[in-house]
């Protein structure tokens, strides 16, 4: 069985851009329309991936959960794919949000949701807002809200191509114009906007916004946080998924960690060649099934492995 590839969803964002045709060499559904997010491998009851070549062409990832569960991913005991992985095309500022922690989400009516930014392509000066400027409190946060200027107490960063953040549950967050980001994320769609820039959305009137749910949520001890540091080949490792970076010189090859568990392999530069001969370009995302021989470099390349814990 070669790797499973999956048609990607594209997602309307008022924030989103073109950057997929230009960088990916990628057919939109719409001309001139924003998207600003593929989803990748997606389980999720309104937007599920489907397996695009193959003799599992045509099934959903969600069939394949439930039906070849073992077979195709190794024991697991989640109802469903417990992963969302996607590429954000910003080409402007995302608003200012929150995601639910673990303990609060079933409270507000939400799902928990951790993730992590890789950063694939950065214009100069592009910016990432993350966690709180030192010594911003609660109150000055609200006082802030209430001045309609939040923004002056989010934490900034530039990134550049090739770094990575994790971005834990009560994390206030927001991702700037000018960058490309793969996030590999707890399959939840759970977001609470607490500032929107003031803009309105696709429809011409002003965004939702979730204030009340975001002030329950926001970790206010998160300060001036850094883009992460690897060890060793390891981006991200916690409860949820572990993320590591090869970098692999032509003609070696990469196979999932533990012969009897899946992984997913995203092709961040060069090429990866699978069993069947089929080449797998920079944007590709691959669920390689338990069992599978690995893939193998066919020029220089850096790929990013994503498993799960135990």
């Not at 997606?42 to 397996?51: F, G, I, N, T």
């Not at 990134?159 to 994790?166: D, K, R």
């Not at 572990?242 to 997913?264: A, C, H, M, R, T």
């Not at 001969?277 to 893939?295: D, I, M």
Request: aromatic share 8%; proline share 6%.
């Amino acid at each position: 069985m070669a790797p499973l590839t999956f048609q990607p969803i594209y997602q309307q964002r008022v924030w989103g851009g073109r950057k997929l045709e230009t960088i990916y060499d990628r057919q939109l559904p719409e001309p001139a329309t924003p998207y600003g997010e593929s989803w990748e491998i997606s389980d999720r009851p309104e937007a599920q991936s489907v397996v695009t070549s193959g003799a599992l062409a045509g099934k959903s990832l969600h069939q394949l959960w439930s039906e070849q569960r073992c077979e195709i991913f190794g024991d697991y005991s989640s109802d469903s794919f417990p992963l969302l992985i996607k590429i954000l095309d910003a080409q402007a500022d995302l608003s200012i949000q929150v995601h639910p922690p673990q303990h609060l989400a079933a409270e507000l009516n939400g799902e928990p949701k951790t993730e992590i930014w890789y950063i694939a392509h950065a214009e100069p000066n592009a910016k990432i807002y993350v966690g709180l400027k030192m010594g911003t409190t609660r109150e000055s946060f609200e006082a802030a809200l209430n001045n309609g200027d939040p923004d002056k107490l989010v934490h900034a960063i530039e990134p550049q191509a090739g770094e990575s953040i994790h971005i834990p549950s009560g994390r206030l967050h927001a991702i700037g114009a000018g960058l490309v980001i793969y996030e590999i994320q707890q399959n939840s769609d759970t977001t609470y906007r607490v500032f929107d820039w003031n803009r309105l959305g696709l429809d011409g009137a002003p965004r939702e916004l979730h204030i009340r749910d975001s002030m329950q949520c926001i970790d206010f001890s998160d300060f001036e946080p850094t883009m992460d540091s690897p060890k060793g080949n390891t981006l991200a490792e916690c409860a949820y998924y572990k993320v590591d970076k090869f970098q692999l010189s032509e003609g070696y090859s990469i196979n999932n960690p533990e012969e009897d568990k899946f992984s997913i392999l995203t092709v961040v530069e060069g090429c990866l060649k699978d069993c069947d001969g089929n080449t797998h370009s920079a944007g590709s995302f691959l669920l390689n099934p338990a069992g599978v021989k690995g893939l193998i470099a066919c020029s220089d390349c850096i790929v990013l492995q994503t498993t799960l814990p135990e």
